[in-house]
């Protein structure tokens, strides 16, 4: 194997570069995303892929539209091209073009969760264990043969921050175990069984709201499920409120899902959940200010949050 281009884009991404080069593999291009605005500023950003690249030298390719625009890749004459969360489908004329083909790194155990948020679903739906497959890329999202698997289990307070380095460096290794065997011919591609796939779509802003008629476990792995990023949010009096983080809270309770029933010495609120049981909030971000734990945001103004007051109505 001696030459290598990488695709990918985002810091899921980056552990997986460094593996290969540290490996002493021949990165010959790396090729991401465009530069994009970022942050409230909206500042012109490169990729966190592009800039480790920049780091080791390597040439960088940011095509707006792969499609149309590919010559370069083909032009490295690739002998293997490995893709991460790259973000782009890649035509035809790079998939057939690698001696050893495209292969990605996805982070599921395919069939399951087909996708662009693999990990925000695996928490989730309280799953305790996915994965990482290393699979041929084809022309349909995440469906080629399946090259090497390897499970990675979730804890209870895994996040989608957590879960993500682990499945990151996890990629990383298994990539690396993976590409002599798939040059030695040592390994013989398996089909996925299309019957029983499952789909981890990217996270829209309607799913990111919190269904307080949902029981306390469902909750809070929908809150872990979006930490650190998109965020989970509610209402409360009107006004958006994301929730950073909670905890399950198994007494049960009499009372409306959504409401406030309780202070725990500032330090969270317990909200009731559909079985009547709670969660206990301790970290919040009401509407224009930081994020904050909730024993600051009560500090000096306890009437800030009320008990008996329901969460999850509508906005004003």
């Known amino acids: ?63 707006e539209k792969l499609r149309e625009d590919y010559a370069e890749i083909l032009a490295y004459k690739p002998d293997l091209i490995v893709t991460a969360a790259y973000g782009q489908i890649l035509p035809n004329a790079l998939l057939e073009n690698p ?46 043969d399946i090259l090497t698997q390897r499970t ?76 650190p990023w998109p965020v989970a949010f509610t209402t409360y009096q009107g006004k958006g409120m994301k929730i950073w983080w909670a905890e399950i809270d198994d007494r049960e309770y009499e009372g409306t899902p959504g409401e406030i029933v309780q202070k725990e010495t500032n330090d969270a609120f317990i909200v009731i959940c559909g079985n009547q049981k709670g969660v206990r909030i301790t970290e919040i971000q009401p509407a224009g200010k930081k994020r904050m734990r909730v024993n600051d945001y009560l500090r000096g103004a306890d009437d800030r949050i009320k008990i008996g007051e329901v969460m999850g109505g509508s906005y004003e």
């Open 152 to 227: 990675v289990s979730i804890a209870e307070n895994d996040h989608v921050g957590t879960l993500h380095n682990k499945l990151s460096e996890a990629g990383a290794d298994l990539l690396i175990e993976t590409i002599p065997k798939l040059a030695a011919s040592e390994i013989a591609p398996i089909k996925q069984d299309d019957t029983k796939a499952t789909f981890a779509t990217n996270i829209k802003r309607e799913q990111e709201k919190i269904d307080w008629a949902k029981s306390n476990l469902e909750i809070y792995n929908h809150i872990r499920g979006l930490h």
């Open 99 to 144: 001696e050893y083909g495209c292969i990605n790194v996805h982070a599921s155990i395919l069939p399951e969760l087909r996708g662009g948020a693999p990990i925000h679903y695996a928490i989730m739906q309280g799953k305790q264990e996915t994965g990482i497959t290393i699979m041929y890329m084809d022309e349909k999202l995440d469906a080629g």
């Open 1 to 63: 194997m001696k030459r290598i281009v990488f695709m990918g884009t985002p810091d899921f991404s980056v552990p997986i570069l460094q593996k290969l080069v540290e490996s002493e593999y021949d990165v010959v291009l790396v090729v991401t995303q465009p530069d994009r605005p970022k942050g409230r500023k909206r500042v012109i950003t490169p990729s966190p892929v592009k800039s480790e690249a920049e780091k080791q030298h390597i040439p960088v390719f940011q095509p």
